[in-house]
């Protein structure tokens, strides 16, 4: 079965930092591309950025609004995704899912974790 | 980036009733579309990928079909359990973008 485990999420003031965590099991994680997705309370869902796998050399890619503060790695030994997330603002605040793409190619997310929620407030 | 125009935001029907909720990118996606359902406090979950896949284990009476840049979920039979939040999402190119969802609800 697989399993999608976030963890490091909580309370922090504006300008602070937070590292997430997402450790899988129940497939192979080294052959995968991992994305961090986020959703802000009663909001839409938004992609915050994507480790590509060590076929495509761990290329990270982010989305706009967190690049420069966000930083995407993994760990393929330890089956973990990492979220390290500086400069935090009050609108990141939300619940953040990792998510793993399909190994068809269609770019979809068959594997979600159950989401750590970020709070970001003085 | 590509902007997902996703309608309508919200839908009242009943159980039994057929339900479609429209997609629309703002450029070319070619197939590389994606449908989600989301209940309140859970992940989102794949129903359909490559905008006509259906994604093992989700019921047949889900189904996506496409025209250009038109993307369609259809439910053909509502059932109890359907009532949630549906997000379409292309991964065509990075930035990775969703529609703006489509409330599903009780009539």
């Known amino acids: 079965e697989v399993q999608l485990v976030e963890s490091g999420g909580g309370l922090v003031q504006p300008g602070g930092s937070l590292r997430l965590s997402c450790a899988a099991s129940g497939f192979t994680f080294s052959d995968h591309y991992m994305d961090w997705v986020r959703q802000a309370p009663g909001k839409g869902l938004e992609w915050v950025g994507r480790?590509?796998?060590?076929?495509?050399?761990?290329?990270?890619e982010y989305a706009a609004s967190v690049k420069g503060r966000f930083t995407i790695s993994r760990d393929d030994s330890k089956n973990s995704l990492y979220l390290q997330m500086n400069s935090l603002k009050t609108e990141d605040t939300a619940m953040y899912y990792c998510?793993?793409?399909?190994?068809?190619?269609?770019?979809?997310?068959?594997?979600w974790g159950q989401g750590t929620l970020v709070t970001v407030s003085s | 980036d590509i902007q997902m125009t996703q309608s309508p935001s919200s839908l009242s029907a009943s159980v039994g009733d057929r339900v479609t909720i429209s997609c629309r990118a703002s450029q070319s996606i070619r197939s590389y579309l994606s449908w989600y359902q989301q209940k309140p406090g859970k992940a989102p979950k794949v129903l359909i990928y490559a905008a006509t896949s259906l994604q093992s284990g989700v019921p047949s009476r889900f189904s996506g079909s496409e025209s250009g840049t038109d993307f369609t979920l259809t439910i053909s039979s509502l059932q109890p359990e359907d009532f949630a939040t549906y997000y379409c999402?292309?991964?065509?190119?990075?930035?990775?973008?969703f529609g703006q969802g489509t409330r599903l609800e009780i009539k």
């Open positions: 999402q292309q991964s065509y190119t990075t930035p990775i973008t």
């Open positions: 480790s590509r796998n060590k076929v495509y050399s761990y290329i990270t």
């Open positions: 998510a793993g793409q399909d190994s068809y190619g269609s770019g979809s997310y068959p594997w």
